[in-house]
């Protein structure tokens, strides 16, 4: 904004105090209104760089007070220049980190000019941005200090390409502790779930697979070899997996696709996989599954059933539990909204159908009770939610 129009939306009082050398509270106080004015829709071109003009000389200001009024009033805001944010993110660590944590007006090449040259909280401000650039993360990853480089493995903003989690895995080959924070982040590429099964405590394999999806050979693996450093549940596995198709054929080539094993998945929800098991047992394309399971009438399910050659007797409860499913929503894709679709999935399932293989039903309600506490660990108010 002009001049003029800058002192039209401020009181005299604040350009007095923003021009008095003395009196810095005041200053800094009058750079707030400024800078919550810049930040404001609307500018003309004249008028923004007339306000980036003074964004110039408040970052150059001797109070201290006054910069960090600067920095932490505009630190996440579109409108401070460049050239501004470099100048407040090279200041010292009271009004630098703000903006090293938030700007988006800083580039890869600002920030990782940072991570050479910065110290560890700056690193670790970078580290922890909602969104952390794949050039950054590799920086992180050769040159940061190790609090740096576990929050950025543990920042699911921060996008990891297969070289930033192969020179993770070089550098700290003999940190386990450091690579078991992967575990936490919300998705893994199958590789990286395969190689930290081999490095990881029995602990943290256990959270892995619970959490995350193994290459389908290896999950079917240890849930036939039972390794001293995990069991899997090749069911949850089933839920997890991108790629149903691959791992229903996974499970087939090692006779492990079972009726058991179906109805299981079936009573925990994950239609999906049910699909493809059907697909590949009948030997027709998924499409053609899922029009048959789907159909409105009962008579596409016992179709294509018949021919997948699964025994009859459990073909009752199959339809009540595709029946189950069609009358619930899931909802949202939270913790939360999955186990209480889960809850009601099975009591849904119990007032419909009785006669289900109790083996199967007790494994389910097992799997929610676990589900249920997990919850509570996680969220004790959700779970509170969820029960109600």
Known sequence: MSVKSLRARLTREDVARLASAADDEGRALAARKICARISMPGLSESERAAANAILEVLAGDAAEIVRRALSVTLARSPNLPRDVARKLAADIDSIAVPVIAGSPSLNDEDLIEIVRSGTVIRQLAIAGRAEVAG?????????????????????????????????????????????????????????????????????????????????????????EHSRERATVDLVEQAGLSPDPRRFVQQLQMNGRLTPSLILRALFRGHMSFFEHCLAEL??????????????????????????????????????????????????GQGPEDIVKFRAALTQRIFTQFQGAPEADLEYCLSRLEADMQASVQADPAGAMRTAV
């Open 135 to 223: 050039p950054v993360v590799r920086e992180l990853v050769v040159r940061g200090a190790d609090p740096a480089v576990k929050r950025v493995i543990a920042n699911d903003g921060a996008h990891f390409d297969s070289g930033s989690y192969a020179l993770t895995f070089d550098r700290y080959k003999n940190q386990p502790a450091m690579l078991e924070t992967f575990v936490d982040r919300a998705s893994l590429p199958l590789e990286v779930t395969e190689k930290l099964i081999n490095v990881i405590s029995e602990t943290a394999v256990e959270r892995l697979v619970s959490r995350h999806a193994l290459p389908p050979q290896l999950a079917v693996e240890l849930a």
């Open 282 to 331: 009948a030997g027709i394309p998924h499409a053609k599954a899922w029009l048959l399971i789907h159909d409105a009438g009962p008579l596409g399910l016992e179709a294509v059933f018949e021919r997948s050659g699964l025994p009859r007797r459990i073909l009752p409860a199959v339809r009540a539990s595709v029946s189950a499913y069609h009358s619930l929503e899931m909802g």
